[in-house]
């Protein structure tokens, strides 16, 4: 596998779909570094790989999404580090109820599940640029099937007035979906190829506030209904690793198969408008 290992860095990869998939790629041989926001729970992560795949040597590195210092701080470093990523898995998301607010004063959905996502691959996009002839990277960003009844909201972008759990949540995933074929569009075809998909109604701690504990009652009737965190990351292993994927580019993915997301995902003034917002609010543009 040497040969054709890959760096993949997976956000989110403490627990749910990010730890299961970040297995599945150190099972492979491939160099995997988990970014995850809590420092502990990603110890126990890292641990749990190494010892359920031996000879695996995952990296772990601690960010959180929901502080723009923070991503600059950590790109900075890696950047440092690394002058290479293959694959970046935009896999981090939160949902829950009420509205909650990042460092920074975004909507705590909007900030986490998208904005500090388009800061985190700008910033890492020279490492993943194809260099002298080399591979060219790959970005998935992971969406969801309830970006279908997300709204922008332009005039109340934080949804100070607006707020619902499923407001906020769609629409955050609809972001991921303008944002990717923005940032397809913008790379001319020159690469990093950029893919996106929805994973099914997956059965993770999303929804669950770990402070008060606030939703495992639900998740646990629902459980048997849902994939298993492992069934949800294989459509993000495929586009990260197979070879029949090579070279497709802004393109949306359910179980294995490239979908038409909604309409709404595809126009391209509200995609070069959020863009535009992103880098003001990011300070990407400065």
Known sequence: ????SKIILVTGASSGMGLALSKRLAMDGHRVIMLCRNNQRGKTALQTIRAEVPGSNPELAI?????????????????????RLDVLVNNAGVILPGRHETLDGFELQFGVNYLGHFLLTNLL???????????????????SGAHSIGRMYWDDLQLE??????????????????FGYE????????????????PGAVAT???INRETGFGKGITRLLKPFFKTPCQGADTAYYLATSPEVEGIS???????REKRPAKRALDPKDAAHLWRLSEELTGLAT
Do not use: Q
């Not at 002298?132 to 790959?138: A, D, E, Q």
């Open 205 to 207: 701690n999303m929804g």
């Open 125 to 143: 996009l020279p490492a993943l640029k194809p260099k002298g002839g080399g591979p060219v990277g790959r970005i998935i960003i992971v969406s």
């Open 1 to 4: 596998m040497e040969n054709s």
């Open 63 to 83: 960010c959180d999404l929901a502080s723009l210092d923070d991503i600059r701080r950590f790109c900075g470093d890696f950047l440092t580090r690394h002058s």
């Open 250 to 256: 802004g393109r949306y993915f359910v179980n294995r």
């Open 183 to 198: 940032l397809d569009r913008r790379l001319e075809g020159k690469g990093p190829w950029v893919t996106m998909l929805h």
């Open 161 to 178: 007035e607006h707020f619902t759990v499923i407001r906020a949540y769609s629409r955050s995933k609809l972001a991921n979906l303008l």
